[in-house]
């Protein structure tokens, strides 16, 4: 394709249609004619990108595939066009954008908030759920996102660095009798789970190690947010793997317990990711060093 016949105003166009899924609504809020903004973007990509279910209209498949791509793309432009010859914090008005789990936020968030607050106030920090399908697509995703905080073990061919360690622990019900002071091998075995991220390609890394030890668990429960885990333990026969930073955050209300695993179980290694392209960002370069010094300021194990 040649992109200097391209117009990239087109983007625009589909992105707000696509938003709409209108387009008398689309045309309204670029200031254009109906047939202006649906009919080139129809003769572009061959496809009717909005198909009429009853009195709505529902993406086309294509159009559900450009949605996620279009963000991306148009992300990645803006902040081409953003940058500047020399970065101030204190008088920058960018988004930075992070993919994170509510365990990154919990850990993190406040501290990273606060020091942005004090020294970018006019900046915006975005905090994206870091989900199973957006990591599958993780360096296209880079390219309009900053960073990516997960553990080590699940990215590669990307920029990164590593920013502390934490402890993989078993949670129980406090009134759990079937469980003493320890957990045995036979008791994971038998014991129904709540599990966190659970799916053949995404998972917790001890969830993946315990199962190339050939423990496999019954799983009862599946949730994508680890802050629920205590709740759903609670007052149950369930288990859970749990960091052990977050242990300490659990509510005194919700009566659970934490135990050493049974397995041998490496540690969490959590670690921040980028696009090799944001290298030499002076923006980029200035967020991560309010990430690290977030780790720094809080206290938390080194990674090594």
């Known amino acids: 394709m040649n992109l200097v016949r391209l117009d990239l105003n087109l ?19 670029l200031g254009l004619s109906q047939p202006a903004v649906s009919a080139r973007l129809r003769r572009h990509f061959q496809d009717e990108l909005l198909a009429r279910t009853g009195n709505q209209y529902r ?11 279009l963000r991306i793309t148009l992300g990645g432009v803006e902040r081409i066009f953003a940058a500047e010859p020399g970065f101030d914090p204190s008088s920058t008005t960018r988004e930075f954008s992070m993919l994170v789990s509510d365990y990154s936020v919990a850990v993190l968030g406040s501290r990273i908030g606060a020091i942005l607050a ?33 553990p080590r073990g699940f990215l590669d061919n990307l920029s990164y660095r590593d920013l502390y360690r934490d402890e993989w622990v078993c949670l129980v019900s406090a009134d759990n009798a079937e469980v003493g002071d320890e957990l045995t091998v036979r008791q994971l075995e038998t014991m129904p789970w709540v599990a966190t991220y659970h799916s053949p390609t995404a998972s917790t890394p001890a969830a993946r190690h315990m199962r190339l030890l050939g423990i496999e668990p019954h799983v009862q429960v599946v949730t994508e947010n680890f802050l629920t ?24 209300s919700v009566r659970v317990r934490a135990l050493p695993c049974p397995f041998p179980v490496g540690p969490l290694l959590e670690a921040m990711w980028w696009h090799p392209l944001h290298d030499e960002d002076p923006e ?13 300021d809080l206290g938390l194990p080194a990674s090594v």
């Open 11 to 29: 983007l625009v166009s589909l992105d707000v249609l696509l938003q709409e899924r209108s387009a008398t609504n689309a045309a309204a809020k």
């Open 59 to 69: 993406l086309t498949p294509l159009a559900l595939q450009l949605r996620d791509q």
């Open 118 to 150: 004090a020294e970018a106030p006019g900046c915006r920090l975005r905090l994206a759920a870091n989900t199973p399908r957006l990591i599958d697509m993780v360096e296209q995703v880079l390219v309009g996102i900053d960073l990516v905080l997960m």
């Open 229 to 252: 885990v205590p709740a759903l333990i609670a007052g149950t026969g369930r288990v859970a793997l749990y960091q052990q930073l977050l242990v300490d955050l659990i509510p005194e």
């Open 284 to 296: 980029h370069r200035y967020l991560r060093e309010v990430v690290v010094r977030a780790v720094t």
